[in-house]
């Protein structure tokens, strides 16, 4: 046990660098992000989301993109500008992946692969994300085999009725998030912490909501960001983070109200009939967990419980989201 713990010290340090080493201006941000089901021990609903991220250095911003931000008053504003690229995987199934044929009051099978570019604006007091996806549903996303394989690997049930997920269709997502900080930094007992409103809005043929809500964290040396990353739909954080210290950690909860006019993985194919259910306009996240940042890493765990999002689902949804970001 002891060498374990060892071997698992030694990997985060020489992942982190040199925990004294101050994060600059001019460093990038690779994120990694991993969420799945499997820490609720159930296997439907959203069942399993990765996504890989990039953020360029301050100011490393194309020039496009920056009369992007020039037209738009928010982003205007005094602040630091980056750039995100993405690259991302939903998946999304009924409760009982054993049964070959479509269970008519369940969600249906369906898959989203998708790109996204963002432009980020970091205030001191702010951060507001556009963002725009483009990709694929059906079969095309390769959500299919995406499971079938990491089921096969590990030992758990076969899916069996993917040939009834939905069909390929090109999928769009502009996102506008803001957070910004309302309260900041009180002192008790060495502990500091904040409260993170946030509001939102997406439009496309994948998803059209609006969404607002807040984050509570409390921690020792609190980070310099607003929240660890999520995958879409969700609560916002940012692959964004800045830390002062050596070492910094903090818990946080979290809740946020969605009213959805649609989601494709419940509405079905946007121009072509296809499995679908009778969703709910209106629904919660509800989230808490803890990240930890060592040098230029921050390592974050959530565990999140949606309530339910169609007429016919039996239990709220429940998953776990980790996420790692480093900077260099």
Partial sequence: MKRRRRLGLLLVVAFAGPPCAPAVADEGILTVQF????????????THGTRL????????????????????PRLAEVSTKRIVYSLGQSIFTPDDITIEEPVPEDRPYAGWLYAGIGLVSVGERALDNLEINVG?????????QTQTAFHRWFGFDRPEGWRHQLENEPGLELVFERKWRAWQKFGVGGLG????????????NVLTQGAAGLTLRIGDDLPNDYGPPRIRPSLPGSDYFDPEDR???YFFVGAEGRAVGRNIFLDGNTFRDSPRVDKRNLVADFQAGIAVIVGRVRLAYTHVLRTREFETQDDPGQFGAFSVSTRF
């Avoid at 990039?54 to 993109?65: C, I, K, N, R």
């Avoid at 694929?136 to 299919?144: D, K, L, Q, R, Y």
Wanted: proline share 7%; charged share 20%; glycine share 12%.
């Fill in 35 to 46: 969420e799945n089901d499997i820490v609720a021990d159930a296997d439907g609903q959203f």
């Fill in 53 to 72: 991220a990039w953020m360029s250095p301050e100011g490393q911003v194309p020039e496009w993109a920056r009369r992007i931000a020039d037209a738009i």
């Fill in 136 to 144: 694929v549903v059906g079969p095309a996303s390769f959500a299919e």
């Fill in 193 to 204: 912490g904040d409260v993170v409103p946030h509001v939102g809005v997406a439009l496309g």
């Fill in 247 to 249: 070492f910094g950690w």
